[in-house]
């Protein structure tokens, strides 16, 4: 249980356009999920928290124009980098969070991750 | 605010050799502790947690951890690496109660030498 799916696993794109990834929680409903950006050799950052059914809440420093966040439905959040520049490549990766008990431990569960390469 | 030290970058191992790799965390309230593996180009993979009860807690591929709240660790052992371990790990927290944020650390690398 708990799988989260992450599509798409690459992505190539030229400077400019718009790239759209998706989270999908397989087997239960995500009322939250989470976004980060994963640079090479470092730790996870956490760009965004996604809530269904209204704005997600960006971290400091993290451009909301340019990465929308939608999170439509209880098993689906997607995030949009709009006119990638190469800057943006990166790692993105995107959990929900899945309760395990009453007390609300926020144990999380990890899509595989998009590579973005911006030309 | 709280936040997770992992010291070591990267740990080299030789094949069947014990490995600890070691975690700290710095938090004024009680914490829920976690263990994420992340293989080469996929997302991360929870390995094993800390919540309540039993201090010492094990995954089923014969990682380890131990929570020592004097110490504010949460290091993870595996007596005998193999080369499937091969992998990065990252220890993480977060907060007791209602909706928190998962705060990771910089993550260690092991690779486990043939």
């Known amino acids: 249980g708990a799988v989260v799916s992450q599509h798409p696993s690459r992505v190539i794109c030229k400077s400019g356009t718009s790239v759209k990834i998706e989270c999908r929680s397989l087997?239960?409903?995500?009322?939250?999920m989470f976004w980060y950006r994963q640079f090479p050799k470092q730790s996870l950052m956490l760009m965004a928290t996604s809530n269904e059914g209204s704005k997600a809440t960006y971290e400091q420093g993290v451009e909301k124009d340019k990465f929308l966040i939608n999170h439509a439905s209880l098993t689906l959040s997607t995030l949009t980098v709009t006119s990638a520049h190469p800057e943006d490549s990166s790692f993105y990766i995107c959990?929900?969070?899945?309760?395990?008990?009453?007390?609300?431990?926020?144990?999380?569960?990890f899509g595989a991750g998009s590579r973005l390469t911006v030309l | 605010a709280q936040s997770v030290t992992q010291l070591d970058s990267q740990v080299p191992v030789f094949e069947e050799a014990p490995v600890e790799l070691r975690c700290n965390y710095s938090s004024s309230v009680s914490v829920y502790l976690f263990w994420y593996v992340q293989y080469p180009n996929q997302g991360l993979q929870l390995l094993l947690k800390?919540?309540?009860?039993?201090?010492l807690v094990k995954s089923i591929n014969g990682f380890e951890a131990e929570f020592n709240k004097s110490q504010t660790s949460f290091h993870l052992r595996k007596p005998s690496v193999h080369i499937s371990d091969t992998a990065e790990y990252f220890c993480?927290?977060?907060?007791?109660?209602?909706?928190?944020?998962?705060?990771f650390g910089t993550g260690t690398k092991l690779q486990v030498i043939p």
């Open positions: 993480a927290v977060s907060f007791w109660g209602g909706y928190q944020k998962v705060t």
């Open positions: 959990s929900a969070r899945y309760p395990v008990n009453l007390s609300g431990a926020n144990v999380l569960t």
């Open positions: 800390y919540l309540s009860g039993s201090t």
């Open positions: 087997d239960f409903q995500a009322t939250t």
